[in-house]
């Protein structure tokens, strides 16, 4: 079974730069077929993909954050991060990691569609 498990700061101040990473282990997918990707679900609001990285180094991303996040793959750690700069009281939220053999991953973490992996999630607040 493959296991995703997110990890980084809880608490970041505005401004700053928030750094997650996400650690892949477990199972036996074909990495280079799939898309890893991030998605946060603000609080009191819905997920929001906000971009993808494939095993190669391509990256996507959503228009909401392009410019203000970066998805980069650590292969010999089979990790993989996303940093997003210039973080606001708005960017409080949980934030998950997600593998997918579809760019944009669908479902939830309650609620998997087949072949699709997901974190746990990891709490960030932005705050001062």
């Known amino acids: 079974q493959v296991q995703l498990q997110e990890s980084g700061p809880g608490l970041v101040k505005p401004s700053q730069t928030l750094s997650l990473t996400c650690s892949v282990s477990?199972?036996?997918?074909?990495?280079?077929?799939?898309?890893y990707t991030w998605v946060r679900q603000p609080l009191g609001k819905g997920l929001e993909w906000m971009g993808a990285?494939?095993?190669?180094?391509?990256?996507w991303y959503s228009p909401s954050f392009r410019g203000r996040a970066s998805i980069s793959w650590d292969t010999s750690k089979n990790q993989f991060t996303l940093q997003l700069r210039a973080v606001t009281p708005e960017d409080t939220g949980v934030y998950y990691c997600?593998?997918?053999?579809?760019?944009?991953?669908?479902?939830?973490?309650?609620?998997?569609?087949?072949?699709?992996?997901w974190g746990q999630g990891t709490q960030v607040t932005v705050s001062s």
């Open positions: 997600a593998s997918s053999p579809n760019l944009k991953i669908a479902g939830s973490p309650e609620e998997k569609e087949d072949d699709d992996y």
């Open positions: 477990g199972g036996a997918i074909a990495m280079d077929s799939y898309y």
């Open positions: 990285i494939n095993y190669f180094g391509s990256t």
